[in-house]
């Protein structure tokens, strides 16, 4: 009995194996279909560019704010960007924790929860664990009071699913020079009841990008554990059951690029069709490589290099309408190209 038990687990352990490899043993029969994208440039008057802010958006409404600039140093004030104008208008109420680099964001209901990140300076070298909550209704910020459980941290992703916040991954360490602690835990957030842990990702990571796309939650790029040069992994996340899924990666017939994980990488989502897309620039290798890097179909998991030049420090969706937005040249006015998906 015990030898047919271990028959059987090895039969299964090997059509786990074809399914993993299936991807790539047939390349010439599968393709992304990705849509065709028509580009515009804009620039965005009304405020200064920002270094390693965050952004979120709102009704159609994009927000950003916190990071630093050439100007101003270190900020702690927001600004929203209306796309009818092209122009950003400064929101009265100023962020109320501590200034910094790099955080996350998340949106519930009409609210944008806003945390983590660090400070890396001559005289402060810090990781935040601590979370403050815009609401637009009120015009307000406010401290949130659910503790965030996990450790204060760096270089993690957040995302909103069905009326909850997840956030997750990132390192311990501020920056400096010195072994990292890469972090794969996960939590989800409910307005309701506070913080909850949840599984965990696959592989300890920071720096990653995380998307929702056909209504499950992605993370991939990043810098991976035990290196930066290794095949980006590709976790899907289901809502429904709170666990997360290694996807295999499959590229577009003919592709001869590979996804290297990597920090920095931006995206944006476009539906057409009543199906997502997704655009993946940024995280470049070289700083004379600007363009948009990666088009991805989730409802088929596979990946086809795309060639739309452009360079980017910020990824959005509003509308029918994906952003690849820079900081401008010298800090200056932010700029940005413009990707609507057409027949």
């Known amino acids: 009995m015990r030898g ?8 299964l352990l090997y059509l786990v194996i074809i399914f993993l490899y299936s991807c790539e043993d047939n390349d010439d029969k599968i393709s992304a279909n990705l849509p065709e994208l028509k580009k515009t ?25 916190l990071g630093w600039n050439n100007i101003m140093g270190d900020n702690l004030h927001f600004s929203k960007y209306s796309p009818n104008f ?6 009265e109420s100023v962020y109320p924790g501590k200034p910094r680099y790099g955080a996350v964001a998340f949106v519930i209901e009409g609210k944008a929860y806003v945390g983590l990140g660090y400070m890396l300076s001559h005289n402060v070298h810090e990781v935040y664990d601590d979370f403050f909550v815009y609401d637009t209704l009120t015009r307000n910020w406010e401290k949130l009071s659910f503790q965030f459980p996990g450790k204060a941290r760096r270089g993690a992703v957040a995302f909103s699913i069905g ?17 990292e602690e890469y ?19 696959s592989y300890p990571r920071y720096g990653a990008t995380a998307f929702v796309a056909e209504g499950s939650g992605y993370v991939c790029f990043g810098n991976l554990y035990g290196g930066v040069s290794r ?50 620039f940024g995280g470049l290798t070289s700083p004379s490589d600007k363009t948009l890097g990666w088009g991805y179909n989730p409802s088929k998991n596979i990946w086809k290099s795309v060639d739309y030049p452009v360079g980017g420090d910020y990824g959005f ?5 994906g952003y690849a937005m820079s900081t401008g040249n010298g ?9 609507r998906a057409i027949d």
């Open 4 to 11: 047919a038990q271990l028959k059987n687990r090895s039969w």
């Open 41 to 65: 440039f804009i620039s965005i008057s009304g405020s200064t560019g920002l270094y390693d802010a965050v952004t979120f958006n709102i009704g159609g409404t994009e927000y950003i704010g």
């Open 86 to 91: 092209h122009e950003r208008e400064m929101i």
């Open 163 to 179: 009326g909850k916040g997840y956030v997750g991954t990132g390192t311990v360490n501020p920056g400096l020079p010195g072994d």
């Open 183 to 201: 972090l794969a835990d996960f939590y989800e957030f409910d307005p309701q009841i506070g913080w909850k842990q949840i599984s965990n990702i």
């Open 231 to 280: 095949e980006c992994g590709i976790q899907k996340f289901d809502p429904n059951t709170g666990k997360w899924t290694g996807l295999p990666v499959c590229y577009e017939d003919g592709e001869i690029g590979r996804l290297l994980s990597r920090s920095g990488v931006k995206s944006f989502v476009l539906n057409k069709g009543g199906h997502d897309y997704v655009y993946i």
């Open 317 to 321: 969706t509003i509308g029918e309408y």
């Open 331 to 339: 800090g200056g006015a932010f700029e940005a190209y413009i990707f």
